[in-house]
C-alpha cells in the first residue's frame, strides 16, 4: 500500500485530497512565499480525523502542516514539500456557551467573529478580535496569539484562553488548563501552545473565556495631528489619565494618504497622523470627551467626537480601510514590530527615515496603546516577492525595534518570514530552550517543521 | 576539599550559612510538613551568586530549594534532606519603574507590597495582592502564580508579568519575554515559569506590567445573607450585571463566627454567609449601590454601604481578619479549590456536609468572583500535623472540585502539599509532558526536586 492510500484507509477517500488544484490552494497563507508542494490535504471533521492523520504522519515521517483560515501574515501556514495540510476549518461546532461561567468550549474551526455573534447574543463578547475576525479561525487565532484592536483594554488571545485539547505529534491527546478562571496545578501548558505556530500540537478544542459585553456603542474621537510627536504625546497622556480606551489606532500621513487617494476624507496638507480612540465605559461619551480635550491640549488642530453609533462607526471605518487602501498601491508586505509604548514616536520616525533611505513607501498603523506597530512596505505587483531593498529596509526596521527593547512581532508570529531575523531577538540560550521544547512534543520533528523557532 | 568548601570558595563564607538553628529557620514555610535537613542556606545577594551556586549544585548533584519569604501554602519551599535552601530575599532593589511603559524591572526579594507602594508613588500601581502581600516576595509570587483580592478585576500574577530574567539549574541564565505588552516571539516561556515552583529555574529579575492606581478609595457594601445559596446568586447576579467588582469575597457561618468571638461584629443568629464587595471605578459609589441593590434583590435582609474611606476599610477589614480568627481556634490546613463559577453555591453546601460528615470544622472564606475558595480545615493545636478524619475530609474536597470541572488549587500550587492529588486532575499524558518539560531545564533533577509534578 502506499503512504497515502494508508491515510484513505485511516480516514475516508473524501478526507484525503490529493488533486494538485486543490492541494494547491491550501499551500499558502496570506504571505507571498513560496510554498513546498503538499502530498495532500486533509480537512479534519473530527479529533479522531486530527489523531488518525497525525499517528500515521509520525508512523511515515510526513510533515504536517496546521491550517485554520490561511489568513496569517507570517507564512506559519505556507505547505512544505510533502507535507500533509491538515486543514481545521471544518471544525465549526460550538460545543458550548455557558453565560453563567462566561466561558464557550469551541471547535478549532469556528470564525472569530462567528463566536463573538453567538456571545453577544447572551450579552456576552469574545474579546480578541484581530482584523481578519471576519475570516480568521480560533485555531489560528491560538496558535499566533493574535491580538487585536480591542486588545489595548482585553489583552490578547491568550487572556481569553483557559484550556486546550491538543493533539500531539505522535496522536496523544493532552488536556490543558482548566474550565476556571484561576488554577496552578502543573505547568502552563496552555499558554505554551498558544503562539507555537503549529509546531508543538494541533489544537482540537478550546475553552475559551467570554466577557460582558458593553451596553451601549463604544463613543469614538478621530483627532488630526500636524505632528507625530504631537499624536504620541496625545497617546501618553490618555493612557496616563486613566482612560482605558477600548481602541486606540494611529495613521500615519502615508497611510491617510491612500485612504483619502481612494475614498476621500478630505485630508489636510499638514496632517501627520491620525489618532483613532474609543471608549467602551458605561460614561464612555465623558471619557471619550475627556480624551478629545487631551488631543486638542497635545496639539491637535481638529478632533472629532461621535454623538451617534453610525458617527462612530465613521470615525472608526477609517481605520478599517486602512489595509485595502495600502493593497490598491501595490503588493503589500505587512509588518509587525512592537516597542514599548514610550519609544512609540522615535520608532515611527526611524521607519519614515528608513522609507526615505531606501527609496521604499511604507505606510504605517499602529495599535498605538500597546506600542505595535504594523509598517506596511508596499512594492510592485508585478513582483512575485519583496524587492532587496524592502528586505533591507524591513531589516532596518526590525533592528531599530530590538534596540529599543521591542520585538520583531507584536501578534502575526515568526512563521517563515521573520525566521532569519530570530537569532537577533532570541539568544542562544533561549535558542537551545525552543529546541528542547520542541523534542518533548515532536521528537521527530513532523509538525510544522522550519517554522516559528 | 568538602562539597560546601567548594561552595565557600565559589561565594563567600557569609554567603554560606551552616548553623543549623539557622538553617532550620529557613527549613519550613507556613505548611506543618516536616522538612528534610538541609546542608545550607545561601542568601544570594546577586544573580552571580545565584549562577554560581547552581553551578556548584550541578557539579556535585545537590539538591537546590529556591525560597522567598517562606509563606507559601503547599510546602514549595520546605527544604529537602541535603540541600542547599537558595534564599533570594536580600535581592530587594526595583531596579527600575517607568511611569511613562508603565512597567517595573525588580528583583526576585522585593515584597509585594513594597513594590505597590513604590508604584503609588507614580499613581500607579502593582495590581497582584495576596493577603500575604506584606510579606511575599516577587519571586515566591511568580513561582507559584499568586492570586489575590483584586484579581477577580486584574487578574493574577501571570497577568502582570512581561518577562523573566531566570538562572538554569546548570547556571546558564536564560531571559524570557520582554518589556512590550505584545510579543509572540518563539514560545512562552515567561508563562512556563510563572507557577512551576521553582523546579525550573530560579527567577532573578522581573520586568512586571503596572497599572494605573484608582484616583478614589474602593467603594464598598457588605451584604448578609440568611443562605449560602442566596449569597451565590447574589454573585452571579453581580457579575451578570457587569459590575466589574474589584473586590468580590464571601464568607461562610464558621468563619463569621470565628471572627465575631474574637472581635465581636454583631453577627446575627441568621446569618450564614456574608458578601464583601468593592468597586475602584470612577463611579465606584454608583456601582456599590448597584451591588446592594442586586444583594437585596437576592434576599439579603442587611447590607452596609460605605460612604467613606473609613468606612470601606471597616467592612472590608471584617475579611482581613478571617485567617487569624481562624488560627486562634486551632492550627490550620488552608485549602484551595477553584470551582466554575456557577457551582459555587454547590461546592460550599458540600465543604459543610463534608465538614459534618468527618466531625472537622471546616471554615470557608471565597474569592467569589473567580470560584475559588479556601475552606480552612482547623485542627488540634497539640497535633504536629493534620489527624486523619482531616485528611480523609480534605480527599472528599477535593474530589468535589474536580468533579465539577475544578481544580485542586487556584493559585496556592501543588508544592509538596497536593502532589498525591495530582494525578486526580492532571492525566498520564500531561504527567509525561511535566516531566519531559523537567528534563530539559533541569536534566539532573536539582532544582527543588518532589515539588509540584
Ligand atoms: C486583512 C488581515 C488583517 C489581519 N489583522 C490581524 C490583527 O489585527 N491581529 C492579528 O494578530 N493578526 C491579524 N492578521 C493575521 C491573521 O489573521 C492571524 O494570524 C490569525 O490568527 C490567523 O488565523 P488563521 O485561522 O487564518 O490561521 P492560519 O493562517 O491558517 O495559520 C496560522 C498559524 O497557526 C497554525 N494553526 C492554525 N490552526 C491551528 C490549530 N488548530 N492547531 C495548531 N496550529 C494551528 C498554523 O500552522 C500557522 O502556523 C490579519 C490578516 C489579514 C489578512
Ligand atoms: C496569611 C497568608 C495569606 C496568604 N494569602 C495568599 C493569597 O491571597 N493568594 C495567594 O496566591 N497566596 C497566598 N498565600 C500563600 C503565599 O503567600 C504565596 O504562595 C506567595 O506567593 C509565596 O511567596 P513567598 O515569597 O513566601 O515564596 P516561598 O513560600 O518562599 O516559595 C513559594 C514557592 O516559590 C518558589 N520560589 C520562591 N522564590 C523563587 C524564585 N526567585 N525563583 C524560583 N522559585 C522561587 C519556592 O521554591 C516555592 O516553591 C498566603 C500565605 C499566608 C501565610
Known amino acids: ?193 498558544i503562539g507555537s505556530e503549529g509546531t508543538l500540537g494541533v489544537i482540537t478544542s ?74 467602551d465605559a458605561a460614561d464612555g461619551p465623558v471619557v471619550a470627551e475627556r480624551m478629545a480635550r487631551l488631543c486638542a491640549e497635545n496639539g491637535s488642530p481638529f478632533v472629532a467626537v461621535s454623538s451617534s453609533e453610525q458617527e462612530a462607526e465613521e470615525l472608526v471605518g477609517v481605520r478599517r480601510l486602512a489595509y485595502q487602501a495600502k493593497e490598491r498601491l501595490g503588493k503589500c508586505l505587512v509588518e509587525d514590530v512592537c516597542v514599548p509604548r514610550s519609544a512609540l514616536p522615535y520608532m515611527i520616525e526611524r521607519i519614515e527615515a528608513i522609507a526615505a533611505r531606501h527609496g521604499v513607501l511604507i505606510a504605517t498603523v499602529a495599535h498605538a496603546g500597546d506600542g505595535n506597530l504594523h509598517p506596511v512596505f508596499v512594492f510592485d505587483r508585478g513582483l512575485a516577492e519583496p524587492p532587496p531593498q524592502v528586505w533591507a529596509a524591513a531589516d532596518e526596521v526590525f533592528r531599530e525595534a530590538l534596540g529599543m527593547g521591542g520585538t520583531l512581532t507584536g501578534e502575526h508570529g515568526v512563521g517563515l518570514l521573520k525566521r532569519r531575523w530570530l537569532a537577533l531577538e532570541a539568544g542562544p540560550v533561549t535558542e537551545e530552550v525552543h529546541h528542547g521544547i520542541k523534542r518533548v512534543f515532536d521528537p521527530l520533528g513532523i509538525l510544522n517543521p522550519g517554522k516559528a523557532i
Open 1 to 193: 500500500m502506499s503512504v497515502i492510500s494508508e491515510l484513505v484507509a485511516a480516514l475516508s477517500p473524501e478526507k484525503v485530497l490529493t488533486d494538485p488544484d486543490v492541494t494547491d490552494s491550501y499551500a499558502r497563507d496570506r504571505t507571498f512565499l513560496e510554498p513546498g508542494r503538499p502530498l495532500a490535504v486533509v480537512p479534519a471533521e473530527t479529533r479522531q480525523d486530527v489523531v488518525a492523520t497525525l499517528r500515521w504522519a509520525t508512523e511515515h515521517r510526513v510533515p504536517v502542516v496546521p491550517r485554520g483560515a490561511g489568513s496569517g501574515l507570517a507564512g506559519g501556514a505556507t505547505s512544505v514539500e510533502g507535507c500533509v495540510v491538515l486543514t481545521l476549518h471544518r471544525m465549526t461546532a460550538i460545543r458550548e456557551l455557558s453565560p453563567a461561567d462566561e466561558v464557550a468550549v469551541v471547535e478549532p474551526g469556528v470564525i472569530t467573529a462567528d463566536l463573538d455573534r453567538a456571545a453577544r447574543a447572551h450579552g456576552l463578547m469574545y474579546a480578541p478580535d484581530p482584523s481578519s475576525h471576519e475570516i480568521s479561525t480560533i485555531g489560528g487565532n491560538l496558535a499566533t496569539n493574535a491580538g487585536g484592536l480591542r486588545c489595548v483594554k482585553y489583552g490578547v488571545t491568550r487572556d481569553s484562553a483557559l484550556g486546550l485539547e491538543v493533539v500531539l505529534a505522535d496522536g496523544r491527546v493532552l488536556e490543558t488548563g482548566r474550565r476556571t478562571v484561576k488554577g496552578v496545578t502543573g505547568y502552563d501548558l496552555t499558554g505554551l501552545f
Open 206 to 279: 478550546a475553552t475559551l473565556r467570554l466577557r460582558r459585553a458593553p451596553a451601549v456603542y463604544p463613543a469614538t474621537i478621530a483627532a488630526e495631528f500636524t505632528s507625530l510627536r504631537d499624536a504620541a504625546a496625545a497617546v501618553a497622556a490618555i493612557i496616563a489619565a486613566g482612560c482605558q480606551p477600548s481602541l486606540l489606532e494611529m495613521l500615519d500621513r502615508t497611510t491617510l494618504k491612500a485612504i483619502d487617494d481612494w475614498r476621500n476624507i478630505g485630508l489636510e496638507a499638514g496632517t501627520q497622523a491620525m489618532l483613532i480612540a474609543q471608549s
